[in-house]
């Protein structure tokens, strides 16, 4: 028998199991055309059973066929397959945690079943939200909403991930608002197993993308796909709208029971971050920061594919036959859990789990039966034609029930934060820019000539330098929301970027000019020198003149020092002529 559902008040770390739910979807206006049954499924808010035992499609088939040919002995007679009702068990009736029925919102089921999970994972905790069902029973419908735009131009109806995701947002950024110092980083990954093989869809499909190895986390932190690309993401709608640019690439086909039917396994994975200060009187070290913890929370929602009933027929038998082996391993995962959490037995202690039969089960390994809080749903068909497929999974769910999983915040290392390495790469960048830009002041000061070297790239520097105070400003005065909300890291990282490659630009052309403007003026003082040593000489002015009219080697007369130098020339000349005529010339 389950354990007691989890009070309102249950804290973050979830009821210390799996929490399991179950929805049941309506008959779709396809089924009723083509006369499909209800199964008499009779439903409590916690409980779900079935009132009597009702024969199948198929069965009733059989059954009629039969009573028309009755001397057809391999035919089985009404009460003989009411006797073949072995899948009932004797109290007949599952307990959850909750049970929705076919009038339910998805809004409801995740209000209900769900959002502790988020509200957890915004804590820096662990959490899984896995569907689970046969196929066409409403997980992807659950999961990611419909996709069918309605009548009026309206999207469909939302999925779980687009509650999870609104609620995860706000409680994040109402956290980094309400508490000075503290700071959130949310990155994204999704990718499907398909026959085997993670596809990451954050990608464009092609070999980097494709078939991506499972590897072991070092550190005993479970199981990870290698090279599977991590966006980092700042509000629910930038990543619905990398979803949905994602869910082309998945593997969906029509079948004979759904028109879009997903051939793969799909986990969307949102690492959150949240650094935040330390509560308490921290005593002064050399490290005049404040003292802050970080805890990183994986929160990933699960859309597995539909487990199917191989007939004579079934398209996509390769594919179809996958996904049930990824499912039986998952089954057998869950088994041994179940096993071990009600023998009690917890963490890596007890039978031996066979999380490394299949990559499904690898990746999903922490949150099942580790340090999670993990919530399932399971969803049916409502036809009775689905009945023994519908027992199968509320089974499944049953035993998931008995997982043990009790979810802790999970601290990590200043090297392992992300938000401190984001820290410190802008603390380097600032200091780049600060001393650049105490370069470029040096460079610009009042030179030789007696006059600004040049007055538009002053400007214009000057310009920039404000820019870039009022971006350091801002940076250092926002503080923790700066640092926060990464869509604003990467803005400021670029600007930053940006400017200090002006910067450097203009600092190379500055020393260009200051380069050509040295020279000029050496070649004036060493064309005042001739000249005057010609003038000594006794030769005449004129000579002298045509010397200095050479003076000061110009580069570009369009640069902003040229005419200084043209005047600067005619002066000489000047002074020349009136030193000649005084008798004092210059000595060498
Ligand atoms: N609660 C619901 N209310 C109305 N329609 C639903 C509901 N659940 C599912 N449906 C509809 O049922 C059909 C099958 O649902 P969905 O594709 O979600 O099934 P699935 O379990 O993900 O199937 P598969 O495993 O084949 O991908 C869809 O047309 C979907 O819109």
Redesign the pocket.
């Known amino acids: 028998m389950m354990p007691p559902p989890p009070s309102d008040t249950a804290s973050l770390t979830g009821p210390g199991r799996v929490s399991v739910c179950c929805?049941v979807?309506?008959l779709?206006p396809n089924e009723v055309a083509q006369g499909f049954q209800r199964a008499p499924w009779e439903l409590t808010a916690r409980s779900i059973s079935l009132r009597e035992r009702q024969l199948t499609r198929a069965e009733s088939e059989l059954l009629r066929e039969g009573e028309g040919h009755a001397s057809t002995k391999s035919l089985k007679t009404r009460g003989e397959l009411r006797n073949l009702d072995h899948l009932r068990r004797p109290d007949d009736e599952t307990i959850m945690d909750h049970v929705f029925g076919?009038r339910a919102t998805t809004e409801e089921v995740y209000r209900l079943a769900f959002r502790d999970i988020v509200h957890a994972a915004a804590e820096g905790m662990n959490g899984a939200i896995l569907a689970y069902?046969?196929?066409?029973?409403?997980?992807?419908?659950?999961i990611s909403g419909?996709t069918?735009a309605r009548a009026d131009g309206e999207m469909g109806d939302k999925g779980i991930i687009h509650f999870a995701l609104e609620d995860l947002f706000a409680e994040l950024q109402g956290k980094a608002s309400a508490t000075s110092g503290s700071e959130y980083l949310v990155r994204m990954s999704y990718c499907e197993l398909y026959m085997e093989r993670v596809n990451d869809l954050l990608r464009k499909i092609g070999p980097q993308s494709q078939n991506l190895t499972v590897k072991e986390d070092p550190e005993g932190r479970g199981f990870y796909a290698d090279g599977l690309k991590e966006k980092i993401v700042s509000s629910a709608e930038e990543v619905l709208a990398l979803f949905t640019e994602a869910e082309k690439r998945r593997r969906v086909a029509h079948?004979r029971?759904?028109?879009?039917?997903?051939r793969s396994h799909t986990l969307l994975t949102l690492c959150v971050e949240c650094s935040m200060p330390l509560e308490g009187d921290v005593p002064l070290g050399e490290d005049p920061e404040p003292a802050q913890v970080t805890r990183i929370g994986r929160l990933v929602i699960v859309?597995l594919?539909?487990n199917e009933r191989l007939e004579a027929g079934t398209e996509y038998v390769a594919e179809s036959s996958s996904i049930n082996k990824s499912l039986f391993f998952l089954g057998k995962v869950i088994e041994k859990l179940a096993a071990r959490g009600s023998r009690g037995v917890a963490g890596e202690e007890g039978d031996h789990v066979p999380f490394r039969d299949s990559k499904l089960t690898r990746l999903l390994s922490v949150h099942l039966g580790g340090n999670s809080r993990t919530g399932l749903l399971v969803?049916l068909t409502p036809a009775a034609d689905a009945v023994e497929q519908s027992l199968t999974t509320l089974r499944f769910a049953q035993k998931a029930a008995e997982v043990r999983c009790v979810a802790k915040p999970v601290l990590v290392s200043k090297e392992q934060s992300l938000i401190v390495k984001q820290r410190e790469i802008i603390a380097q960048l600032h200091n780049q820019v600060k001393s650049l830009q105490e370069e470029v002041q040096q460079r610009a000061s009042p030179q030789l000539s007696g006059r600004p070297v040049e007055d538009d790239l002053a400007a214009e520097r000057q310009q920039c330098a404000a820019q870039l105070q009022a971006l350091v400003l801002s940076s250092t005065e926002q503080g923790s929301s700066f640092v926060s909300k990464s869509r604003e890291v990467d803005t400021v990282v670029t600007a930053l970027h940006r400017n200090m490659d002006v910067l450097q630009k203009q600092k190379a052309l500055v020393v260009d000019n200051m380069k050509a403007l040295y020279k000029a003026v050496n070649d004036v003082n060493a064309s005042l020198a001739h000249a005057a040593e010609v003038l000594r000489s006794g030769q005449d002015t004129a000579a002298a003149a045509s010397i200095l009219a050479s003076a000061g080697s110009v580069p570009d007369t369009s640069v902003a020092w040229a005419p200084a130098v043209l005047e600067l020339r005619e002066k000489l000349q000047l002074l020349l002529a009136a030193a000649k005529d005084s008798g004092q010339l210059p000595e060498g």
């Open positions: 929805r979807r309506p779709l076919e069902g046969q196929t066409s029973s409403g997980k992807t419908f659950s419909s069918a079948t029971y759904n028109e879009v039917s997903s859309d594919a539909g969803t």
